[in-house]
């Protein structure tokens, strides 16, 4: 019966002979990633220096010339080769890029980085993605993300067979309600922007910002990104439909600081919408009371730059601290706005003012469902007719 061949990148027993002058050389058959067997030697002075000069030799070969990943490279190598092809790329956002070495660094790596490819079993995984469940469904459904996405790359380089994160526990998230605002809310909702803004605190006075903010997001749906990127350029006041185009959207990097990205979010965030007539007049009043500034922004800083994210989200919360309203996000305002659009309209058109992919996500995250259905008491009343006619016989 024929020798069945060796695995790709291993070799056999090593056997040594002493040679005339008066060295020794250690031998073994490799099986080469081209599929053949070489007989491959080393010497040395000795049998074990022999040995281990032939060990040397073997160990550059078990990965082919150029081949970074293989089954002995550990998770922090992998996760390494793995941001830098992203970012050579260029696909992916660098915001995006930084938040996966943020959950590498502090969820996946301190646990698993020392494991080599061929031990990162999904069994190991699976008992990390729990420990983290314990700590938040979040961090869990973030690592597995990352985990799923870099052992992706170890497969299509044939280090491991099969993907192990793929074969992890299902992560279960418990689906949100959907909640919107209602007219009365709005009411108590600006009432609370105009305390803030006319309340003393140190520093300087605060501007209307927020109040045009929200009541531009609620407007428009637009993200709140989207909304602190708006050029005057952007804005078309003068015609008898006043429009807004949503043309870029605000990020900040770590090393670059806060900047106008000139594309939204997706593709389809790219959108032109038509102004209410609120929206139109806050604009213009706006326009009229500017200070020029050398971005065209619409909602400048004091010093004319762009608006940092985080802090209008910090805002708001000072802002709904103690109202009752601590639920609210600037996405509920998005979502207020798709709940409003549905009802009246269709949760196609709602999906494209909020600049959507797909009208699927705007009825599954965006659209709260009414507290009580639909008024179909008179068609339901039909099936009552029946009843009558049995009644008389």
Partial sequence: MAR??????????????KIRNGNYRALTRFRDHDGNTRRVTATGPSKAAAERALRDVLGTRTAPAGELITAETRLMDLANLWITGLE????????????????????????????????????????????????????QRKAKVVLGAMLDLAVRHDAIPTNPARRTTRVHRPKQETKALRIEDLIEIRAA???????????????????????????????IGEILALRWSDLDLEGDLPTLTVSGTIKTETGKGTYRKATPKTETSRRTVVLPRFAAELLRVRREFA??????????TRNGTWHQVVNIERRWRQIRKDTGYEWVTPHTFRKTVATLISESATSELASRQLG??????????????????????????????GDDASSDS
């Fill in 4 to 17: 069945p061949p060796l695995p790709l990148g291993t070799w056999g027993t090593i056997t040594t002979e």
């Fill in 88 to 139: 050579a790329e260029g696909r992916i956002e660098q915001t995006t890029i930084n938040e996966y070495r943020r959950v590498l660094d502090n969820l996946v790596l301190p646990s698993v980085g020392g494991l080599k490819l061929r031990e990162a079993t999904t069994g190991r995984l699976d008992r990390l993605l729990l420990r983290l469940r314990d700590q938040s469904v979040n961090r």
């Fill in 193 to 223: 922007v105009r305390r803030w803004v006319n309340a003393d605190r140190p520093g300087p006075r605060a501007t209307g910002d927020m109040a045009d903010i929200i009541d531009l997001m609620l407007a428009t749906g637009c993200r």
């Fill in 291 to 300: 200070t020029p500034n050398e971005n065209d922004a619409v909602f400048a």
């Fill in 356 to 385: 959507h992919s797909s009208s699927q996500v705007t009825r599954d995250h965006y659209i709260a469902k009414p507290p009580v259905s639909a008024d179909l008491s008179d068609l339901l009343e039909r099936l009552a007719e």
